[in-house]
DNA sequence: TCTGGGGTCCTAGGACCC
DNA sequence: TCTGGGGTCCTAGGACCC
């Protein structure tokens, strides 16, 4: 008996956060569906309003359409038929509104997203084990050792999990099944939505030369715009370069990685477990804020902002110690700062200590959009304490700070740019 | 009317140590 | 005193992904 061929599935919910919407809206099934934007639920005022009869009953006139959308949100999903119109995910919802004015919003039920995430992650782990998290809405699987996992191609085992979560939840995902991460990734794409596509080493040239180089994971829009200044478009002309003239464009790293993704080369395992690196939290304001100006309600938010990254690490049992500040001025240009810590801390003060003093080299005379607060350098919280009992015990820092205030700010925002 | 929020990884310079 | 290096940590920014 030979030994089994690699083969690995890349498995994607189909619009995901607009299907899971659709489980509780029937009525909406067919019509062009946005979701995202909002801080406040748009359908807030249709469950009062409705408040007599089943989700299923409200009459479709009644939904929320994106024409009268306002704020600064973007798309997190959108429903095939609204993609028609050109609307896609990461699109702002002003802009999204002229392409599809008549479009229906729903904002984002990330709990209920959630719970769908975790049911359909375990339905596939039943079945192969050997499975990587890639986010809500997607894993990778390794079929490999799984049995049935090698008959016609990987087929025969994504069907199987096609219909169980089908079964389990009344949604659809496409999967694509290769001989590694990057060809999977990319077949996962090819009969989207609730399709399989099944490939092989020997159908690299024929199936992935003739893509987009931008489809690759891992070429971006300024990786895409440089190869275009250099005349390669697909995936083809890309692997008809020299692997030296790759690295002379793109640097070592890069340019090696570049010439195996074209030649369709990726020996990446798939990881089921590890550990996170960093925990954040970040928000873009309804209106622009000034540091000296908005004192008050900036202050407030930036608290806010320690207190919920404290709490996250402290609900998940992470401390750390590097603690960053991110914010974006009304120009859209982004400044961070950071600051490592002799000690780990999951404390909101202590954070918010660090973070103020962050805030003080950086340029607070330009109006912000976004402030976020960020803590990297992370250790488990239980592993920390075994080795310094002493220092975790002492908190002694709580009680040095009012609550509201950006006070830290206003020495730096006061003096001249 | 521009462009969310949560992440990972890489690069590059400077400090500091051996 | 000069010259040369290697290694690691810290910091800032940026590309990319979901």
Request: charged letters at 25%.
């Amino acid at each position: 008996m030979s030994p089994p061929i690699r083969r690995i599935a890349h498995l994607d919910m189909d619009a995901f956060f607009a299907s899971v919407e659709l489980l509780r809206y029937p009525q909406l099934k067919g019509l062009p569906v946005v979701i995202g934007g909002g801080r406040r639920r748009a359908d807030d005022e249709l469950l009062v309003r409705f408040a007599d009869r089943p989700l299923s009953r409200i009459p479709v006139e009644a939904f929320p359409l994106l024409k009268d959308y306002v704020g600064r949100g973007v798309i997190t999903t959108a429903t095939y038929p609204a993609r028609q119109f050109g609307v896609g995910s990461a699109m702002g919802m002003m802009k999204a509104a002229k392409l599809c004015p008549q479009a229906i919003v729903l904002p984002v039920d990330f709990d209920e997203v959630r719970r769908c995430s975790r049911t359909f992650k375990s339905v596939i782990a039943e079945i192969a084990p050997v499975m990587e998290d890639r986010g809500i809405d997607e894993v990778y699987i390794d079929f490999t050792e799984v049995p049935g996992g090698q008959r016609e191609g990987g087929r025969v085992l994504a069907r199987l999990i096609q219909k169980s979560i089908f079964e389990a939840l009344g949604l659809t995902c496409s999967i694509g099944v290769a001989p590694n991460k990057l060809i999977a990734k990319m077949a996962s794409e090819f009969n989207k939505p609730n399709g399989i596509s099944i490939l092989f080493e020997e159908d690299v040239q024929s199936k992935i030369w003739p893509l987009a180089v931008r489809k690759i994971n891992g070429i971006g829009p300024k990786s895409e715009a440089k190869l275009h200044r250099l005349h390669l478009h697909t995936i083809g002309d890309l692997a008809a370069q020299s692997r030296e003239w790759l690295v002379d464009n793109f640097g070592q790293a890069y340019g090696h990685w570049m010439h195996d993704a074209a030649w369709g080369r990726d020996d990446r395992p798939v990881v089921t477990e590890s550990e996170p690196v960093s925990m954040s939290r970040e928000t873009t304001f309804e209106r622009d804020l000034h540091a000296v100006r908005d004192r008050a309600e900036l202050g407030a938010i930036f608290t806010d902002l320690c207190t919920r990254v404290a709490d996250d690490l402290q609900r998940k049992g992470y401390v750390g110690r590097t603690i960053g500040i991110k914010l974006r001025y009304d120009d859209f240009r982004t400044a961070t700062r950071d600051l490592t810590l002799d000690d780990y801390t999951a404390d909101g003060a202590t954070i918010r200590k660090a973070a103020g003093q962050c805030l003080k080299r950086v340029d607070l005379s330009r109006k912000l959009r976004l402030l976020g607060v960020r803590v990297g350098k992370l250790a488990r919280a239980d592993a920390v304490a075994a080795e310094a009992p002493a220092q975790a015990a002492a908190a002694p820092l709580a009680s040095e700070h009012t609550p509201d205030l950006f006070q830290d700010l206003q020495p730096a925002a006061s003096e001249p740019p």
